[in-house]
């Protein structure tokens, strides 16, 4: 069963920086493409960055230059490092994992359920002016 447990969230001030870490377990078989995603109260969820099982990124262009995204492969950790803060990156943060077009001849037979995609809960992150 794969599980995702994000932290590293709170409150900080215009112009600190927090990381965020994504602890992700039950992949058995094969590997995954990571996601950070955010949402503030009254909108919709939206992309900040993501990280292929290849380690290609990509980041949104609000955060361009503030946030970057890594990950740990050996210890299954995915992390959002996040810089320059500004009030309006106040929003719940999410990490998310799914299956990888580079992997999916992988996803068959009992590796087929790590072709899904799966949620962490959020880590609330709040930035004051």
């Known amino acids: ?7 590293g969230g709170g409150s900080v001030e215009t112009g ?4 965020l870490s994504c602890a992700v377990s039950g992949y058995t078989f094969c590997g995954y493409d990571m996601s950070w995603y955010r949402q503030s109260p009254g909108k919709e969820r939206e992309f900040v960055s993501r990280i292929d099982s290849d380690g ?21 950790m995915g992390y959002l ?3 320059s803060l500004k009030p309006e990156d106040t929003a719940m943060y999410y ?6 077009a580079a992997l999916r001849d992988c996803y068959s037979g009992r590796a087929s359920l790590e072709a899904l995609d799966y949620w962490g809960q959020g880590t609330q992150v709040t930035v004051s002016s």
């Open 81 to 83: 490092q996040m810089n």
């Open 16 to 19: 600190g920086s927090l990381r």
């Open 95 to 100: 990490c998310k994992t799914e299956g990888s």
């Open 56 to 76: 290609k990124t990509t980041i949104a262009d609000s955060v361009q230059g503030r946030f970057f995204i890594s990950q740990e492969k050996a210890g299954d």
């Open 1 to 7: 069963q794969v599980e995702l447990v994000e932290s």
